[in-house]
């Protein structure tokens, strides 16, 4: 009879269970030393060896030569446990059996001990689908169940579980398997199945399987069945539906160039090959974070190392926009499966806003549109623009108080020295806190230096910036602001830091890109 991939290749012992070493080592050492609880609770995500440790657990406690806490499997009880022969191990299936009536069976049973292993062990599955009814029925038990009776609970939604039932076994949670131990476990397989793959196809199906030994073996199963050649990554993104990461470059790419006839060609392409947009919509989502990962870890001279194709290319895109990207990237598939709307309808409208950020009001297009704004000035700074000789001098403009009329009409000769004396503000993540409802206040004051000198805070940069936090009617906001944050009454000031002869021709490009 054919067994697909992760049922032939399900973990005999302890030591084969990928990634869970914290776990077995302790079953392990109990199993030796016969010192077995009465109830066990496995908790984690699916594939991660849970429903194995179970039965590896409930053949080590029955197995009559067990080395160093593993099984033997090669005596009569762990052959019976293995084909499922055995009367004594029973494998109940809580989401078929989660009545009140089927745990007062399972009760009643109890007090029969083991026909014909050690001890009797009940491994209950999906354990959270029990009845609120079953689980009372099932407290007493599995408080003080005979010396004979072990019970094994597994589930995937710990939280979902009463404290009462929690508290009465000893816990262990699965965690997800690093795709270095899944990539070496599907390679291992791959080689005992005389499957041909490439390294890069099976780097992409530890990715894929997000941590599930099962699921990467169940994509191994379903790349190679009717397929004789060697597994690549052009192979098994065929296959399994997914398009490539030159694809997804090159839509990112147009998106960055606001080039909206190549971005839906792009689309057009991928659904006409009939790949599924929302599984699409989710590798794009994926790529997106993986890139703003990579940017982040770049900056401490780290890398994932999990990137094909022209990474350098879409590398270069802002973190801002990416952040975008993603937002609406989030918002449309939300909106595609709360309301079964075209898909294709819907990633072309997303696609569009993706392109030209002004459609949108939302803080993060206004932050993509202030860094594309950023990066245009700072080329068109490079190439062509003429500054002053000299060194251009910050340029005081209006300083806001709470009372104005205390003010000068002249500032004083110090108030240069002064400025250079302060020290940049660290404690901005308050003030954003205060202003959390005036977004488009903060998307600004995040693209400006801010400096304080004792009771004064000095807001320090370009004129549009500054032109844009002045034209908010700002100034009391940020007296209160800082204000608050600091416990005492301050005065805000501006500057200018910029040489105004190239206002002009900033004010210009401006209107063009906003």
């Known amino acids: 009879m054919y067994l697909s991939l992760y049922r032939k290749w399900r973990p005999k012992v302890f030591d084969e269970i990928s990634g869970q070493e914290h776990i077995t080592s302790i079953l392990k050492k109990q199993c030796a030393n016969n010192r077995v609880s009465h109830a066990y609770l496995f908790c984690g995500t ?83 689908m029990l009845t609120d009814h079953a689980f009372n029925a099932l407290l007493k038990t599995l408080e003080e169940p005979p010396e004979y009776v072990v019970f094994i609970l597994a589930t995937t939604e710990i939280n979902e579980l009463p404290p009462t039932i929690i508290s009465r076994c000893i816990r262990f949670d699965f965690s997800r398997i690093n795709a270095e131990a899944v990539k070496k476990r599907i390679e291992f397989v791959a080689n005992e199945e005389v499957i041909l793959l490439s390294e890069g196809a099976s780097d992409l199906l530890a990715r894929l399987s997000d941590g599930s030994m099962r699921d990467a073996l169940s994509l191994l199963e379903a790349c190679s069945n009717g397929y004789s050649g060697e597994l690549t990554t052009e192979v098994v993104r065929s296959v399994l539906g997914l398009a490539s990461d ?9 998106i960055s160039e606001k080039n909206v006839p190549d971005a839906i060609s792009i689309v057009d392409r991928i659904h006409k090959s009939s790949k599924d947009i929302s599984v699409f919509i989710d590798d794009l989502s994926v790529v997106v974070r993986d890139i703003i990962i990579e940017k982040q870890l770049s900056k401490f001279g780290k890398s994932q190392k ?19 990207i993603s937002s609406v990237l989030e918002e449309t598939q939300s909106r595609i499966s709360k309301y ?104 600004f004051l995040k693209l400006i230096k801010v400096y304080i000198n004792g009771n004064e805070i000095l807001l320090c940069g370009s004129s549009f910036n500054i032109d844009m936090i002045q034209s908010q009617d700002a100034n009391k906001i940020l007296v209160d602001a800082f204000s608050s944050v600091i416990g005492k009454l301050v005065t805000i000031k501006f500057i200018n830091s910029e040489n105004t002869d190239t206002d002009t021709n900033q004010v210009s490009l401006i209107d063009e890109l906003l």
Do not use: W
């Open 246 to 254: 030159e694809v997804i470059y090159s839509l990112l790419r147009a």
């Open 46 to 128: 699916r594939g991660t060896g849970k429903t194995s440790s179970a039965k590896i657990l409930a053949k080590a406690i029955n197995c009559e030569n067990p080395i160093d806490g593993n099984p033997c499997n090669v005596c009569s009880a762990c052959k019976s446990i293995d084909n499922g022969s055995s009367t004594d191990v029973l494998e109940i299936d809580a989401a078929s059996n989660n009545k009140v009536d089927n745990i007062r069976d399972l009760r009643d049973e109890v007090v029969y001990p083991p026909s014909v292993l050690k001890k009797r062990v009940y491994i209950v599955d999906e354990v959270h």
């Open 340 to 443: 079964a709307m075209n898909k294709r309808v819907v990633l072309d409208m997303a696609i569009i806003k993706m392109c030209d950020r002004s459609i949108s009001d939302s803080p993060k297009a206004l932050t993509a549109r202030i860094a594309d704004l950023e990066k245009k000035l700072s080329i068109l700074s490079a190439t062509g623009i003429q500054r002053q000789d000299t060194e251009p001098q910050p340029v005081f403009v209006q300083t806001s108080t709470v009372s104005p009329q205390a003010q000068g009409s002249d500032e004083k000769p110090s108030e240069h020295s002064k400025a250079e004396s302060m020290i940049e503000f660290d404690r901005m993540f308050e003030v954003f806190e205060f202003l959390s409802d005036q977004s488009s206040l903060c998307a």
């Open 306 to 324: 999990v990137f094909s194709g022209d990474f350098d290319v879409v590398s270069e895109i802002s973190t801002e926009l990416l952040f975008y």
